[in-house]
């Protein structure tokens, strides 16, 4: 299974931006999907993850602003994102995770550089 991430762009302080994860196959294939970023000499962190029973968890920084959601006859998840602020500017990736015999597999789509100017 592959994962394309595509949506990012320049945008406003303010503004809105939504990204899209699609994936190659059944996305419910996946027992934990998410999306991370990173931003100029930071580690990749969590944003957002949806976990196969639909629970959802959000990074302290994003919550209130962003959310995560699928579309399973799409096959895609999603990420809207209000409010953004320079604070946001990242590449963002897509995660989605499989049971392994021991312990998971990570899929991740190739990123999609988000920038909000101020």
């Known amino acids: 299974v592959q994962l394309q991430a595509s949506g990012g762009g320049l945008v406003q302080a303010g503004g809105s931006l939504r990204l899209s994860c699609a994936a190659s196959?059944?996305?419910?294939?996946?027992?934990?999907l998410g999306w991370y970023r990173q931003a100029p000499g930071k580690r990749r962190e969590l944003v957002a993850g949806?976990?196969?029973?639909?629970?959802?968890n959000y990074a302290d920084s994003v919550k209130g602003r962003f959310t995560i959601s699928t579309d399973n006859a799409k096959n895609t998840m999603y990420l809207l994102m209000n409010s953004l602020n320079a604070e946001d500017t990242a590449v963002y990736y897509c995660?989605?995770?499989?049971?392994?015999?021991?312990?998971?597999?990570?899929?991740w789509g190739q990123g999609t550089l988000v920038t909000v100017s101020s």
């Open positions: 995660n989605g995770q499989t049971p392994a015999l021991y312990g998971v597999n990570d899929y």
């Open positions: 196959g059944s996305i419910i294939s996946f027992n934990a």
């Open positions: 949806i976990a196969s029973g639909g629970k959802k």
